[in-house]
């Protein structure tokens, strides 16, 4: 099932937009496209379905790998009229998620509309799943503990 | 063992269902419980569901802690049979946890590590007293928030290495065995013990873990380090030819810092038991982190005396699935071997009054 289609999409930048649809819910990414333009017509290819994929750890933190326990995955390929092809695997069971993160994947590899597409979908999702990491990372930051030294008071 | 087959029962059983039912609602005029409440609001009991389960998925994992009134191991249970239903379709990168977007992080070796010690929403430090205002509806401030820091968060044994005074972790690619695919076999490498750990239960670990501590094995634990956050999950789907982010979990991580006076091969040195559990789940990957240790006596030249070093005994005894089914096992109609047991009562019985009369 390897697409020709994909050949000319650097792989990070289509990581890079995988990796945001993974985390979006399916109305947030529907959203997106019907922002940039009407729902395309597509076929799929497979799926979606639900199945599972054993995550890994390693001994120690870095050493040998182990079995940790499995997760669950929606995998889902389209295909759209002009022939792109467009995968996901996105961690949960939610069909219809996968289904628009395919359709997604398909239309950001055309060159003729990546830039706007990524403008009206990815950024925005991007930019919710970083604000949301840095609240977080805001509310870890005020429970960190300043270590003072006890001084003797000897006067 | 002989079971013999006991018709008659449909329609008590199917009864005894329909009631279980109706408990499980409770009384219709209190809210049914969401599984979005059961997610938010009870996410430990989640957490423990899907590490025992081996399933990461809250939802499901909220779903099956209904249906089990809150039973936590028949909730386990209710994930393993389910995950029995999917297929598989990869395995995954092994996880990053130096990259951990940790909500909590504390060292109790090392004060001053890079990154800080972060403690996260922790129980620690709270004084136990039961909250009454909990009873009512209330919502609680804002969590206070602090501009993050963000420097790189090393793992303490990656800090700690550098001196030679800690165990390296001495990586090989070698496939790991896999106990959802091949039946638990001895001698178990670390991969294996570190699965049945990971999905093993939390009441044992502790108890076995606390073993090690009270001198049942002892090995001196320090607890290095134990941090808790989101991974993210990488996969290479052959269709694709390169690595993918599918998602993020939560981890908790613990590694424990042993004493070791060294042996033929190995200087004096730290060793170290490693622990990482699905969700936040501290006490249990802690509680690896010792067994982990303990059950490594034999590759560092320790004597195998203790219980929790024993890998037979851990290994066999870990499982809560395939321990409630063997205790429960014993509900089910046994009538067949009681009465042959009884019958060798009887006879035995017998010979003894017999004897006794001749004497």
Known sequence: MNDTVSASVPPVARKNWMSVLAR????AIEDGLTRHAPLPAWTVVRGPETGLVMVRG?????????NLGEMTVTRCTVRLESGAAGHAYIAGRDERRAE????????????????????ALIVPLAEMQRAERQDRAEKAAATRVDFFAMRTMRS | MAYVAVKGGERAIRNAHAWLAEERRGDPSVPDLGLDQI?????????????????????????????AQGDLIEAAFLLRAFRTTLPRFAHSRAVDTARMRAARRISAIFKDLPGGQILGPTYDYTHRLLDFELAEDTLPPDAPRAAPDPSPMPRVPDILGREGLLEPDGATDAEPGDLTRDPLRFPAGRDVRLQALARGDEGFLLAMGYSTQRGYGGSHPFAGEVRMGEVSVEIEPPELGFAIDIGDLTVTECQMVNQFKGSKTQPPQFTRGYGLVFGFSERKAMSMALVDRA???EELGEDVTAPAQNV?????????????????????????DFQSELQNVRRLREAVE??????
């Open chain 1, 58 to 66: 390693r001994a120690g933190g870095s050493g040998s790998p182990f």
């Open chain 2, 354 to 359: 017999r004897r006794e009369a001749a004497e």
């Open chain 2, 295 to 297: 059950m490594r006596a």
């Open chain 2, 39 to 67: 997610r938010q609001q009870l996410g430990r009991a989640v957490d423990r569901a899907m590490g025992e389960g081996s399933l990461y998925d809250p939802e499901l994992a909220a779903l099956a802690i209904k249906q």
């Open chain 1, 24 to 27: 979006a819910p399916a109305s």
């Open chain 2, 312 to 336: 037979e005994f851990v290994l066999y005894h870990s499982d809560n699935i395939e321990a409630t089914g063997f205790v429960e096992h014993l509900k089910l109609p046994h009538y067949v």
């Open chain 1, 100 to 119: 628009l993160a395919a359709v997604a994947d398909a239309l950001l590899q055309d060159p003729a509309q990546r830039a706007s597409l990524q403008e």
